[in-house]
């Protein structure tokens, strides 16, 4: 069964860092990017960017340029999501999800169940 | 930045068609992806490449790309259908969702 696997929810307080990670079982991880969707709560999709796990290539959205850190270890199949130093507005729910193709501008076939951060002091 | 829109409801008896658009400049010149989320779930590719379904979806779930406007069709309406729509669509390497269309079974 191809499926994308995350880590569990996460409380966290301002300023302190978070890496959320995403396991990839079921199709060859290297041939597909894996883009990363955030969802605050009650509102709609926001694409964050992707990576491609072969290259560790990245396209990020302007809107979160600068404030997240894509990476994958293709050795475990497994792509990451890291903040520095996170905020109260980074509280949300947190998607990765694999690409139809190995195209780079493709949908999204397979998602995660998603991981909640929690941002409060 | 590119922006797709939709309408935020639509409401459709059990057996009748659904419609939901997706508006956007010139969106017919690209691909366009549909989601379908349920309470509490992840989203779901229901539609891809405008008019494909991937394998498990439904085929009352249809799709068309013209002009400045997609159309989701759901013909026959089953109460399960209940879910938020997200039109999605790419454009200068970056990926515009909408803000979703939240479908109401009667």
């Known amino acids: 069964e191809v499926q994308l696997v995350q880590s569990g929810a996460e409380v966290k307080k301002p300023g302190e860092s978070l890496k959320i990670s995403c396991k990839g079982s079921?199709?060859?991880?290297?041939?597909?990017?894996i883009g990363w969707v955030r969802q605050l709560p009650g509102k709609g999709l926001e694409w964050m960017g992707i990576?491609?796990?072969?290259?560790?290539?990245?396209r990020n959205s302007p809107s979160f340029q600068g404030q997240v850190t894509f990476s994958v270890d293709k050795s475990i199949n497994t792509a990451y999501l890291q903040w520095s130093s996170l905020k109260a507005s980074d509280s949300g729910m947190y998607y990765c999800?694999?690409?139809?193709?190995?195209?780079?501008?493709?949908?999204?076939?397979?998602w995660g169940q998603g991981t909640m951060v929690t941002v409060s002091s | 930045s590119y922006e797709v829109t939709q309408p935020p409801s639509v409401s459709v008896f059990p057996g009748q068609t659904a419609s939901i658009t997706c508006s956007g400049d010139k969106l017919g010149e690209k691909y366009v992806y549909w989601y379908q989320q349920r309470p509490g779930q992840s989203p779901v590719l229901v539609i891809y490449h405008d008019v494909k379904r991937p394998s498990g979806i439904p085929e009352r779930f249809s799709g068309s790309n013209s002009g400045n406007t997609a159309t989701l069709t759901i013909s026959g309406t089953q109460t399960m259908d209940e879910a938020d729509y997200y039109c999605q669509a790419w454009d200068r390497n970056t990926v515009t969702f909408s803000g979703g269309t939240k479908l109401t079974v009667l």
């Open positions: 999800a694999r690409s139809h193709s190995s195209s780079w501008n493709d949908g999204y076939d397979i």
């Open positions: 990576i491609y796990p072969d290259d560790s290539e990245t």
């Open positions: 079921g199709y060859s991880f290297t041939n597909y990017w």
